[in-house]
């Protein structure tokens, strides 16, 4: 359990970082592209083409960002195998604390006291969480249920990057929350997939699982990029920890055999509902970044943004 916890922490903290690094490179990318006068950024719906994305893509604090997600990828993976998703999921989506923090430093972003009591509430429901988690469930499915969750990633991130490209502008949120579900989906395949303990290379090769975890992460990943360019890195963060965390917890629970401690169950419910609650309130009482004055340094970036949306 212990080693669990701390491998949740650390993927946290990866994701945290990678997340507000990344904000930080798709602003420069914003910023470069509204100096050199390009139309080419935004799409008709007025989100960000596949060329802006890719542009935010290549800057070194983005690709840093990326490095530290595939790490906090791999420590996650190996935290929804030691502990309950319910709880490896919640404390991973502690990095929207990071990421709030980060981004008053390397992004200027002013913290209200609604968003300072909501990280407290959020933190608060990780102790809650902490101290109710149970044994984690076997993870042992049936291999019709691999092929399900395969063609929900593939709907889901399909779907939604569809969805998110013609809404455009207004869907900052939205292109959180599918990312969120997209990474949830990777969790519960890693919790699931066959041929890791013990190792079998056609097993795992074999299973549509792996291949669940491929689309919903890349697929996540995009979402996300999205997000941070359309929207607030609070914002798009928070709506991140909802997908990432009601649907895998609920999906432990009653498919995969986790639970709490006995007479904890209300402790866990109460603390996986408080921490999505937190995290919602994050996102709503973001504060919106103040407009920049015309000529000012940033004010061709806010015009940009002001643009997509």
């Known amino acids: 359990m212990i080693i669990g916890l701390l491998t949740a922490v650390a993927a946290s903290a990866c994701y945290g970082t990678g997340s507000v690094l ?12 509204a100096a050199e006068a390009s139309t080419t950024g935004v799409t008709q719906h007025g989100g960000p083409s596949l060329s802006s994305t890719a542009k935010a893509a290549v800057t070194w604090e983005f690709m840093v960002g990326t490095v530290l997600d595939f790490i906090g990828f791999g420590l996650g993976a190996l935290a929804a195998r030691l502990l309950p998703l319910f709880l490896s999921q919640t404390v991973i989506s502690a990095n929207l604390v990071i990421t709030a923090v980060l981004s008053i430093k390397l992004l200027g972003i002013r913290l209200n006291r609604a968003e300072w009591t909501s990280i407290g509430v959020v933190c608060g429901a990780l102790v809650l969480l902490a101290t109710a988690a149970g044994p984690e469930g076997s993870g042992h499915t049936p291999i019709t249920a691999h092929w399900w969750l395969l063609a929900a990633s593939v709907v889901l991130i399909g779907g939604g990057t569809l969805l998110v490209r013609l809404l455009g502008g207004r869907a900052a949120i939205l292109a ?19 041929g890791v303990a013990p190792f079998h290379l056609p097993s795992l090769l074999g299973d549509p699982a792996l291949y669940a975890i491929l689309v919903a992460g890349i697929g996540g990943m995009y979402l996300h990029t999205v997000a941070l360019q359309i929207g607030s890195v609070n914002g798009a ?4 920890v909802v997908g990432e965390t009601v649907v895998p917890g609920m999906l432990g629970v009653l498919w995969l055999g986790d639970s709490s401690r006995p007479g904890f169950g209300w402790v866990a419910a109460l603390g996986f509902v408080v921490a999505v609650a937190g995290a919602v309130a994050v996102a709503w009482y973001g504060e919106p970044e103040p407009e920049a004055e015309p000529g000012s340094p940033g004010a061709g970036e806010r015009q940009t943004e002001v643009a997509a949306r």
């Open 22 to 33: 990344q904000a930080v490179g798709s602003r420069k990318s914003a910023r470069r592209e």
């Open 176 to 194: 959180g929350l599918l990312s969120g579900l997209g990474f949830g989906a990777l969790g519960i395949g890693v919790r699931v997939l066959n």
């Open 237 to 240: 963060t928070a709506a991140l």
